[in-house]
């Protein structure tokens, strides 16, 4: 064992990266002393409150999270004997909470800081006792519906005694079900973009080439029919799409609208290997140049990604860049704060992390000093636009050795996973810098409808002479804009 926690520590160490502080400062918060705290969920309470739940059941009030001097962090306990709950969010003096069995509204009633009433809001679904029977939930919409993504049972199989896995429902929080998307297999978290859709993030596995970022697109079909049977559950339900194996995602979507390929493919090994949170920068630019876009936290890698979002013919798609590592553990919950500091959950247990530790609680802030990346990308009738944070040097711009770019798509099919197919080496024609140096059209031809388009831009410089921080894209393409 120490062996092995030692060579964890010095693969954190070897991966740790030189650049990040001089942008953000991540800090670990201490936790409560004896305590095994896994976290799956965390709340922003009044008063400068966090509010965390552990995969084992507990939630702790965390005071001080936000304070400049974090050793006088001070923790209390709020619940003991939950579920694993994996979504939690605060509203009206009470926090909610999704877990295996239920969504539990919990209340502290006479103030002593202790919940004491426990009311179950619904328990629409079913459990079998599966390891894999994960329920991500998120917080409320603008309609107060809480969106849930029910992972199968076995991670590849649907139990008659669990109705719903791998079903997306929105529970309302008088109790109302509303079934929402079928064809989900093991999700790892969920959430909103800055226009209130809802996304969720899937592994790879079975129906999956590669772990992705996808929409809920009610009445949309995610891709893995596992679920389907529990359609006969509800009277004069739509049948949901039944896909042919050892296709391709964009075949079997132009064969029937109802299925959505990803909105972002997540390369596996390239950007992580398991994608949990789901929210959105919604500091207005307090924390960094990229208000607006989505984060997606990382388990198995322990950083947190940024995706771009456009959409196109009706569909979404868009980039993914690598932005935040270094974390202590393996990504699960993320939350923004009050002011602006990013909060992130850490867990080991089961799934491994490169971080090293069994499990943390982090805080993330923004030095007010701005990195020298790709702002945002946008796929055009020739090619794509490639905006920046600084101004570039035009010469650097100019000259094809700056870039490099490849493209391929995943075998859609019933097996586990898949190796990249379908290569291709698109070729940059022209490149024409902006007026004000912040933004490149790139000409491209052989673009490939479906696929991941990879870009390189490791020549490129800034005005200042800095090189990307992160110079690598990657931009799922799923229609083509006229």
């Avoid at 507990?58 to 923790?75: F, H, Q, T």
């Avoid at 973009?193 to 992705?212: C, E, I, P, R, V």
């Amino acid at each position: 064992m120490k062996n092995f926690i030692l060579s964890a520590a010095l693969i954190s160490t070897a991966l740790a990266d030189p650049r990040q502080p001089e942008f953000y400062l991540r800090e670990e918060i201490p936790m409560p002393e004896g305590e095994v705290l896994e976290l799956g969920g965390i709340a922003i309470m009044p008063g400068k409150k966090v509010a965390v739940s552990s995969r084992r059941g507990d939630i702790w009030v965390c005071e001080g999270a936000y304070a400049k001097d974090l050793s006088e962090v001070k923790w209390t306990l709020y619940a003991r004997g939950l579920h694993e709950p994996l979504g939690m969010f605060y509203r009206d003096g009470s926090l909610f909470v999704t877990q295996r069995p239920e969504i539990t509204k919990l209340t502290d009633t006479d103030g002593d800081g202790r919940a004491d009433n426990f009311e179950t809001v619904t328990h629409h679904w079913g459990i079998d006792g599966d390891y894999h029977e994960y329920n991500f939930g998120s917080d409320p919409d603008k309609n107060g519906d809480v969106w849930v993504v029910h992972c199968l049972t076995g991670s590849g199989g649907a139990s008659q005694k669990s109705p719903w896995r791998g079903w997306c429902y929105r529970y309302n929080l008088d109790g109302t079900a509303t079934p929402t998307c079928p064809g989900i297999r093991s999700p790892g978290g969920i959430g909103f973009n800055k226009l209130g859709d809802a996304f969720y993030t899937d592994n790879q596995g079975l129906w999956n080439g590669s772990s992705s970022l996808k929409w809920l697109k009610p009445g949309g079909f995610m891709g893995n029919p596992t679920g389907n049977k529990y359609v006969d559950l509800v009277d004069g339900m739509e049948k949901p799409p039944n896909p042919k194996s050892e296709s391709r995602m964009v075949i079997e979507h132009d064969k029937d609208k109802r299925i959505i390929p990803p909105a972002i493919i997540l390369p596996h090994g390239k950007v992580g290997q398991s994608p949990t949170a789901v929210i959105y920068d919604s500091t207005n630019g307090k924390f960094g140049p990229f208000k607006g876009q989505v984060l997606v936290g990382e388990q198995t890698h322990s950083q947190v990604q940024r995706v771009y979002l456009e959409k196109v013919k009706g569909l979404y798609q868009g980039a993914v860049w690598k932005y935040l590592e270094d974390f202590r553990s393996g990504i699960v919950p993320a939350r923004m704060g009050d002011d602006a500091t990013l909060f992130v959950g850490g867990t080991n247990r089961g799934w491994g992390a490169r971080g090293g530790k069994n499990f943390t609680f982090e805080r993330v802030r923004w030095t007010g000093k701005t990195p020298f990346e790709m702002h945002e990308m946008h796929a055009k009738p020739d090619g794509f636009t490639i905006s920046f944070t600084e101004p570039i040097n035009a010469a650097s711009a100019r000259d094809m050795k700056s870039y490099n770019c490849e493209a391929w798509t995943y075998v859609y099919k019933s097996g586990y996973g898949s190796p990249e197919v379908d290569k291709v080496t698109p070729k940059i024609d022209s490149v024409t810098v902006s007026p004000d140096r912040k933004s490149i059209n790139l000409k491209v031809s052989g673009r490939v409808r479906g696929h991941v388009h990879h870009f390189k831009l490791g020549g490129l410089k800034s005005a200042k002479g800095d090189s990307l921080w992160h110079p690598d894209v990657y931009y799922t393409l799923n229609e083509i804009p006229d």
